[in-house]
T-cell receptor, first 111, second 117 residues
């Protein structure tokens, strides 16, 4: 059965304290893994797409990496404005156009 | 680029009435649009997938006669919640996808907060 699991469920960091969020997946024929940021009361904002193991992408303080079983979203020296829920989603050969979403990691960065 | 809008951003209606939510891709053509529902502090729940000019495909457990989806053009999809009841109150989010020269992903609208009294 296809599954996407994110951990931790919630994370509190001091400003400047780097950390990583995890997205583990078990799907057949991964086509893409996607990271989104969602602020309260808003739609998800696209961050990254990763297609194959070993791929990495960066944007400001965020860096996403991918292995055959999981993806990490590394946050370097976070700022309070990085506080949000981070969602990962996977698309697989078995899901066609659909994305399977994880339940998200709620990140709070304390000044 | 890749902007998706939704209208209205919030709506309050009486039980038994119908509500229409519009989803537009503003600067690209969306071959596929998706409708999601999200409850507080939960992830996105896919309701249906629609392709322009064809009938929507609904997920298991989603009543197609209650949640009417129309994808009349490559830039517009609508979700109509018919005979709304308080349990339909939720945050509805649409997304659009295009494979034409863009990052291959879903681009989300800002969401519509529906409250049924």
């Amino acid at each position: 059965e296809d599954q996407v699991t994110q951990s931790p469920e919630a994370l509190r960091l001091q400003e400047g304290e780097s950390s990583s969020l995890n997205c583990s997946y078990t799907v057949s024929g991964l086509r893409g893994l996607f990271w989104y940021r969602q602020d309260p009361g808003k739609g998800p904002e696209f961050l990254f797409t990763l297609y194959s193991a070993g791929e990495e992408k960066e944007k400001e303080r965020l860096k996403a990496t991918l292995t055959k079983k999981e993806s990490f979203l590394h946050i370097t020296a976070p700022k309070p404005e990085d506080s949000a829920t981070y969602l990962c989603a996977v698309q697989a050969a078995s899901t066609g156009n659909q994305f399977y979403f994880g339940t998200g990691t709620s990140l709070t960065v304390i000044p | 680029g890749a902007v998706v809008s939704q209208h209205p951003s919030w709506v309050i209606c009486k039980s038994g009435t119908s509500v229409k939510i519009e989803c537009r891709s503003l600067d690209f053509q969306a071959t596929t649009m998706f409708w999601y529902r999200q409850f507080p502090k939960q992830s996105l729940m896919l309701m249906a997938t629609s392709n322009e000019g064809s009938k929507a495909t609904y997920e298991q457990g989603v009543e197609k006669d209650k949640f009417l989806i129309n994808h009349a053009s490559l830039t517009l999809s609508t979700l109509t919640v018919t005979s709304a009841h308080p349990e339909d109150s939720s945050f509805y989010i649409c997304s659009a996808r295009s494979l034409a020269g863009m990052e291959d992903t879903q681009y989300f609208g800002p969401g519509t907060r529906l409250t049924v009294l």
